[in-house]
């Protein structure tokens, strides 16, 4: 009533609201730039396989590589002790350090927190008959001190 016509209420009603619109539309436009920018910021941090669609995925190593993780260190042990100690003492006795030629691995600990594979690719271009070339991403962040 009061002399209005439904007109009126009309416009007044789509003027407020397309007016709330593109203030909301803004405010998308703001947050999409400012996602864009993170994205780009923590491009270094995602795995390979999301940068590289040709990297393949490999979750399934790295559930093997946590069962397996706790004797990992064992036998890193022995391998350092059979092939690193040779070649340090090779190294100190060659640089003529006598007080240091007695150097011996006494413990490698590798840590409770297993390394993972980021991804894995296969080349198979321009490689020989013979030849296979893979690219692995393997990370580690242990807690070993």
Do not use: M
């Not at 002399?3 to 803004?26: K, P, Q, V």
């Not at 080349?123 to 030849?131: L, S």
């Amino acid at each position: 009533y009061f002399g209005f016509s439904y007109a009126w209420i009309i416009t007044f009603a789509l003027l407020y609201f397309s007016r709330n619109f593109s203030r909301t539309r803004s405010v998308s436009k703001a947050s999409i730039i400012h996602e864009k920018q993170v994205l780009k910021s923590q491009l270094e941090y995602l795995p390979s396989w999301v940068i590289f669609p040709d990297v393949e995925r490999v979750e399934w190593i790295n559930i093997i590589i946590k069962k397996v993780w706790p004797h990992i260190g064992k036998i890193s042990q022995q391998i350092a002790k059979r092939l690193v100690e040779p070649k340090v003492k090779e190294i100190l006795n060659r640089l003529r350090l006598e007080e240091l030629s007695n150097f011996k691995l006494r413990n490698v600990h590798l840590g409770s927190i297993p390394a993972r594979v980021g991804g894995i690719r296969v080349y198979d271009r321009n490689t020989g008959r013979d030849e296979l070339v893979v690219d692995v991403d393997l990370i580690y962040q242990g807690d070993a001190c």
